[in-house]
């Protein structure tokens, strides 16, 4: 069975500093990687996937994840941080490829200091 | 705007209780996913339907059930409620499950309150 582990429940960076989100994965098979968003009072947001192919994953709002297979991680990176970045990130793992079965890791919450 | 309508938006029963959450897929999904976020457990997979049948099981309790109707809407029906059955129950949709190019999408869930 797959499963994430988050590190670090809560997060603090200053606005313009560098994001840094862990994600470190255990997986039988090759895993689908995602990270997803959720702000306050919504559902979740996909910001970007793995699937194959490209290591380094862009997704939205300038947010970036690199795929390691030695180190079994999948950490998201933003340069700069903006206030619109508060919020709860979540990564997850599929077996599947798709959107099936998706199992989150416990959920980082990020807060950007002004 | 996701595209996915979940009702009602908040919950308040007592326990014993039976409730039934709804949820409309976007336009042109076939798949239906249902996913529990509570304090104690985090998130978790619960079912999925594609095309009205069931395509996957989760953590989905037997006092829980789900069904998806010819309109491609879906129902989760939780029943003799618990305390601990308090939490966000979130929707997701796609078109077709397996592929890869596919993104879910959520909608801003249902937050169910057993008093």
């Known amino acids: 069975a797959q499963s994430v582990t988050q590190l670090g429940s809560h997060v603090s960076v200053s606005e313009g500093a560098l994001v840094l989100l862990r994600c470190n994965y255990s997986?039988?098979?090759?895993?689908?990687l995602f990270w997803y968003v959720q702000y306050p009072n919504q559902g979740l947001q996909l910001l970007l996937k793995?699937?194959?192919?490209?290591?380094l994953v862009k997704g939205i709002n300038g947010f970036e994840a690199e795929f390691k297979k030695s180190e079994t991680s999948f950490h998201l990176t933003k340069p700069s941080a903006h206030m619109s970045d508060a919020a709860e990130y979540f990564c997850?793992?599929?077996?599947?490829?798709?959107?099936?079965?998706?199992?989150f890791g416990t959920g980082t919450r990020l807060t950007i200091i002004p | 705007d996701s595209g996915v309508t979940q009702t009602p938006k908040h919950l308040i029963t007592a326990t014993g209780q039976r409730v039934t959450l709804r949820c409309s897929p976007r336009?042109?999904?076939?798949?239906v996913y249902w996913y529990q976020q509570s304090l104690d457990q985090g998130l978790q997979f619960l079912i999925q339907?594609?095309?009205?049948?069931?395509?996957a099981k989760g953590n989905i309790l037997e006092r829980f059930s789900a069904q998806q109707f010819p309109d491609l809407h879906s129902e989760l029906n939780l029943s003799s409620l618990e305390l601990g059955d308090s939490a966000l129950y979130f929707c997701a949709s796609s078109a077709h499950p397996a592929s890869t190019n596919e993104k879910l999408f959520f909608g801003s869930g249902t937050q169910l309150s057993v008093l």
């Open positions: 793995y699937t194959t192919g490209a290591t």
């Open positions: 997986s039988s098979v090759p895993p689908y």
């Open positions: 997850a793992v599929s077996d599947k490829g798709g959107n099936e079965k998706l199992t």
């Open positions: 339907y594609y095309n009205g049948e069931e395509r």
């Open positions: 336009s042109g999904d076939l798949s």
